[in-house]
């Protein structure tokens, strides 16, 4: 019995108390090579995995070329349950960074400057932001939750001095990403809660009576959509992943109809002194993996140019890209990489004539990107 | 002191006279091969004769002579010790000596595989409510809990993932060809008699070709009636409540039909609201909140009808049902700490089999199952078109075993094993392609049966065809599985015997592997799994108390591992061969016990598991580090102790810091954690016959707050009291 006794305490004693929480992986990382520009920097948002409640921020500072993760739970270290999960979508607008947590319920609305929380705004199911004239304009999944006949989406107005939602309007279904253009707002509206049925349309709303205006008709299951200095929308369309091909539709905003549209898959596209940087990555039945592709189409033209932004032997450094933005003043490609989704990614910094420049660790699916000016 | 001598020849003669004696000073020779797996000789004047013809041949071998020696296993265990206090209280003449034998160690002594069982009255005393709960105690093992009484409850045996684990549920496997794992939480201890893991397999030559199946499997083997010679029924009533709003009504009737027949019915309702508090912190901010969604309400009836003409006829009819309907409370992440969905789930089955003896050498043994599985889920968050998204998932299931064996010299068993298995699943879910799977089994195995070694050597065939009514079917495949297993007494003691196995097997991609919507992918192959065990097994009987000590080490390699990774976007996952893992590891426990007076018993068990999974596939991301929720020391601790009508039970849980996600960083690191349960039960003298039994748990005593899936967190101190009597 005493033997017994003495093993279990010696079994206890061993495992008595847990140590203590590790410190984040707040390590500072500087590639170098940055050269500041009236850009400051950028923020990048890690998606993490959905459940696992892993978004986090990171800050690329170009004056001290210093690249810092988990910025927000720095700043932020008494939040409860942090940043959130399924970082979505980012934004800065006046002196204010705006972060769309998808699976949180939230955006988080911080100093830009100092990374803390000024406020955070509940709305259910947020997807993307876009800004206009002191307002903030947010689309989300489902306008009500819990009402089995509501399956639309909205697009919500964020005042952005009082950071209330204001108004509220409904749109298509699971709507995406959306821009705001001569006092209307362009939202592509995916239906990807209700497969086969999608939806295939642009909403357009007036901006001053904050109402559907027209929906224009475009391509099922939309997804990305930015807009050129013409005034060209360029509305992603990611079928319906079986017989439907992908495709990349223009929009013109002046006829709100379809100019062109070209037969290829595009996942992800910024657009920077009229070219459209863009990449696919598509599932191939012939060689059981992704096939990925990194294109340029020129804007002004509306073509595809046979030239690309990342050199041959730098594109096997990227497993899966998932985010992508190009420097404003110094013309500098990002792009991030999800590699296999549950493991840190890489942030890749490519010069304009695509050689790698650097590349740093980010933080679990590194997906958004936006430029901080001093 | 009486020495009883059990050297010579024959078989089972008379009764022996001894003088009044109390049964501890009765002293053994001549089986050594026994050694440290009898319990007790128990006195008694009247029992009913049970020896299986296996025992007999073990007894024969083991040359016992002049005595009776009644070999039980565990099926008479209550009976046998009631039997054993009163005689040792009171020195009475006897007129027989029933050796009480302890199947189950004599068989984690002899197996070839690692073999672990709880039965009888320690799974009454453990402070568990499900078979996952009592299998937390097994070394080797992970329990995947999502926390809860309503929660998900997996295991994962060895780090090889839970679809390689077969579960069987008297002698016949639960199957989910859906998503190829059975959530033990769904399975109730209230009818359970046993409940064993074994590694590689059993070495039971009646077992079906499913039985060589699996890379391990777990038996839960239910009660069956057993009678006292007047007795015609019996009906045992329970009740349980306490924490999460829980009450958990029971009934429990056996019914003699005729000396050969008899029947049993088990039924019980759980009815809880399912909340508790757990504490959310980061070190920095703490916070204390409700869990909520997590009800659960569910019924469970088991009717069977067992028959046994003359040990030559034996056959189970049984069925099963399950009905329950759950909240789903999901991952607690920032800003959201309640969800909306449910899942409704509905399981029948019927099984039956039959075994008849030609003679002494040839025996068939049939088997046959029918089963279908409804679940219902209802996402309130997600609205589509027709209104919240529900999804129904209905499988059934067709099986039919034929096992032939054979004894070709009286230490070779030959044993011949066809099984065929139909599975068939139907969705309502968008481009869902109405799979059917029929899966044919065919093993050869061969056991020779030494008395000092036991080779088992088996060969297994699988074929398995597909098919669907809409798109692309998966390939036909054709696989073959071999395994090798011993066990040898490599002294002339028999307190120690080493055993090993080899055995290569493969998962079969599942439904949802292959087929759902968006996820799926039909080019998967299976998943394989090579283990190299080798271990021992020392018992020592050191007169009033008794020592075992069990280790195995082992080496593990998964390879074509299906994992699921996202596509283009988060919700395009899609399942690909990708993953490589190799795991080396180490299992040890010491199991104590023994008499401390007459009326004091105690029983100690320590284990404690080392694993090392690393992540070998090759050009991965994470190579060389260790895989998800894999602690690398583990172990447990339980403490039985009983002292004439009270039993008092002690147990600790120990797992050790983990990973949530491939990365071995900071940010995926779980913190170790541990609970302390005890639990009390006393027998209250009551009117009747029976005592009233009381019981009372309290688990996770010192209220630690832990998780054991990441965003999951469990329940801080709970406690849970339980009636039962027995008319």
Not at chain 2, 82 to 89: F, I, K, M, N, P
Not at chain 2, 687 to 693: A, T, V
Request: hydrophobic share 35%.
């Amino acid at each position: 019995m005493k033997k017994i006794s003495a093993l279990v305490l010696i079994f206890f004693g061993l495992y008595a108390c847990q140590s203590d929480d590790p410190i984040p992986d707040d390590d500072v990382q500087n590639p170098g090579g940055q050269n500041p520009t009236s850009v400051a920097g950028f923020y990048l948002l890690n998606e993490g995995n959905m459940s696992m409640n892993k978004a986090s921020l990171d800050y690329m500072d170009y004056e001290t070329g210093d690249y810092k993760r988990t910025v927000f739970s720095q700043a932020n270290p008494d939040l409860v349950g942090g940043l959130g999960d399924i970082g979505n979508a980012i934004g800065i607008y006046g002196s204010k960074l705006y972060v769309v947590v998808n699976g949180s319920n939230k955006v988080e609305v911080l100093d830009v400057n100092s990374g803390k929380r000024i406020k955070q705004i509940d709305i259910d199911n947020p997807r993307y932001l876009t800004f206009y004239n002191g307002k903030g304009y947010l689309s989300s999944y489902l306008g009500t939750i819990g009402d089995p006949n509501a399956p639309n989406g909205i697009v919500a107005e964020i005042d952005t001095t009082s950071l209330n939602i204001t108004r509220r309007v409904e749109v298509g279904r699971q709507p995406e990403e959306l821009v705001a253009y001569n006092d209307k707002i362009y939202v592509a509206n995916s239906g990807g809660y209700s497969p086969p049925e999608y939806e295939s349309t642009v909403s357009v709303i007036d901006v001053n009576a904050f109402t559907e205006i027209n929906r224009i008709e475009v391509g099922i299951n939309l997804h990305r959509l930015k807009i050129d200095d013409e005034g060209d929308l360029y509305v992603t369309s990611r079928g319906d992943y079986y017989e439907i091909p992908s495709k990349l539709f223009v929009v013109d905003t002046h006829t709100e109809t379809v100019k062109k549209s070209f037969d290829i898959g595009v996942s992800n596209l910024t657009i920077h002194k009229d070219i459209a940087y863009m990449y696919n990555s598509e599932f191939s039945f012939i060689t059981g993996d992704y096939e990925i592709s990194y294109l340029m189409l020129d804007t002004k033209t509306e073509t595809i140019l046979d030239q690309t932004y990342i050199s041959e032997k730098d594109k096997n450094l990227i497993e899966m890209p998932y985010g992508i933005a190009v420097n404003p003043e110094t013309d500098e490609v990002l792009i991030t990489d999800a590699k296999d989704y549950v493991t840190p990614g890489n942030l890749y910094c490519f010069t304009p004539d695509g050689a790698l420049k650097w590349s740093v660790q980010t933080g679990d699916i590194p997906a958004h990107i936006t430029f901080n000016y001093e | 002191m009486v020495t009883v001598c059990l050297d010579g020849k024959a078989g089972w003669i008379k009764q022996v006279r001894i003088p009044a004696i109390s049964c501890n000073s009765i002293r053994l020779s001549g089986i050594e091969a026994w050694n440290g797996c009898i319990d007790a000789l128990v006195l008694s004047k009247r029992l009913t004769f049970l020896v299986s013809p296996r025992w007999r041949n073990v007894i024969m071998r083991t040359y016992l002579n002049r005595i009776i020696i009644f070999i039980f296993g565990l099926l008479l265990c209550p009976t046998v010790l009631s039997a054993q206090t009163q005689d040792t209280l009171t020195p009475v003449a006897l007129q027989e000596i029933f050796l009480r034998h302890d199947r189950n160690r004599f068989e984690s002594h002899t197996s070839p595989a690692s073999v672990q069982s709880l039965s009888g009255e320690q799974l009454k005393k453990l402070n568990s409510l499900s078979v996952a709960d009592a299998l937390r105690y097994f070394s080797g093992i992970q329990l995947k809990d999502y926390g809860g009484i309503g929660g998900i409850k997996t295991v994962n045996v060895r780090s090889m993932g839970s679809q390689h684990t077969g579960v069987f549920f008297d002698g016949i496997q639960l199957g989910n060809a859906q998503n190829g794992q059975v959530d033990l939480g769904k399975f109730s201890l209230d009818n359970m008699q046993q409940v064993s893991l074994y590694q590689g397999q059993r070495s039971e030559m009646q077992q079906s070709a499913k039985a060589y199946a699996s890379s391990n499997t777990i038996y839960l083997q239910t009660k069956t009636p057993k009678f006292k010679p007047d007795e015609t029924y019996q009906l045992a009533v329970g009740v349980r409540s306490g924490s999460f709003g829980l009450f958990n009504p029971s009934l429990n009737l056996n019914y003699k039909i005729n000396d050969a027949i008899s029947a049993r019915l088990s039924t019980e309702l759980v009815n809880a609201h399912g909340r508790y508090k757990f504490q959310y912190s980061n070190g920095i901010y703490d916070t204390t909140a409700v869990r909520n969604n997590a009800d659960i309400k569910s019924y469970r009836v088991e009717a069977s009808v067992h028959g046994n003409h003359k040990n030559k006829d034996l056959w189970n009819v049984k069925y099963y049902h399950y009905n329950s309907e759950r909240g789903l409370p999901g991952a607690i992440v920032a800003n959201r700490f309640a969800r909306p969905q449910r899942l409704w789930d509905r399981n029948n089955f019927l099984q039956a089999d039959y075994k008849h003896q030609f003679g002494e050498t040839y025996a068939i043994k049939v088997r046959g199952k029918y089963g279908d599985d409804y679940s219902w889920y209802l996402d309130p968050e997600i609205v589509t078109t027709t209104g919240f998204l529900e999804n129904t998932y209905n499988q059934q299931e067709y099986y039919l075993s034929l096992v032939n064996t054979y004894k070709v010299k009286p230490y070779w068993t030959l044993s011949l094993a066809t099984d065929v298995q139909h599975n068939t699943m139907q969705s309502n879910m968008y481009r869902f392609a109405y799979p059917k799977r029929t899966t044919l089994l065919n093993v050869l195995a061969s056991d020779f049966n030494f008395k000092r070694l036991t080779i088992q050597a088996s060969f297994l065939s699988t074929g398995v065809y597909e098919s669907v009514k809409y798109y692309e079917a998966a390939d036909d495949l054709q696989e073959f599985s071999p395994s090798l297993l011993f066990n040898v007494q490599p002294f002339k003691s028999a307190d120690f015997r080493l055993r090993g196995f080899y055995k290569k097997m493969f998962r079969m991609p599942t439904f949802n592997d292959l087929y759902y919507t968006f996820v799926g992918n039909t080019f998967l192959d299976p998943e394989y799994s090579e283990q190299i065990n080798l271990g021992f097994s020392w018992q020592k009987d050191l007169g009033s108390t008794l020592l075992n000590v069990t280790s195995d080490i082992y080496n593990i390699w998964i390879t074509d591992k299906i994992v699921a990774i996202p596509g283009t976007n988060l919700f395009r996952w899609t399942m690909y061969n990708l993953g490589e893992v190799e795991t080396k590891g180490i299992e040890t426990s010491v199991t104590t016990s023994g008499k401390i007076s007459a009326d004091f018993n105690y029983s100690a068990r320590l284990t404690y598991t080392f694993q090392e999974s690393l992540d070998k596939t090759s050009g991965g991301n994470s190579f060389g580090q260790q895989i998800p929720y894999v602690p690398k020391h583990s172990g447990s601790a339980t403490l039985m102790m009983d002292y004439k009508n009270i039993a008092l039970n002690y147990s600790f849980i120990y797992t050790g810091e983990r990973y949530s996600q491939k990365a071995n960083i900071a940010s995926n690191y779980l913190q170790p954690w541990y609970t302390h349960d005890i639990s009390v039960n006393y027998e209250l003298p009551f009117f009747g016959e029976n005592p009233l039994k009381f019981g009372l748990e309290v688990n996770n005593l010192f209220d630690q707050h832990y998780a054991v899936i990441k965003n999951f967190p469990m329940p801080g101190r709970s406690f849970r009291l339980n009636l039962n009597y027995q008319f």
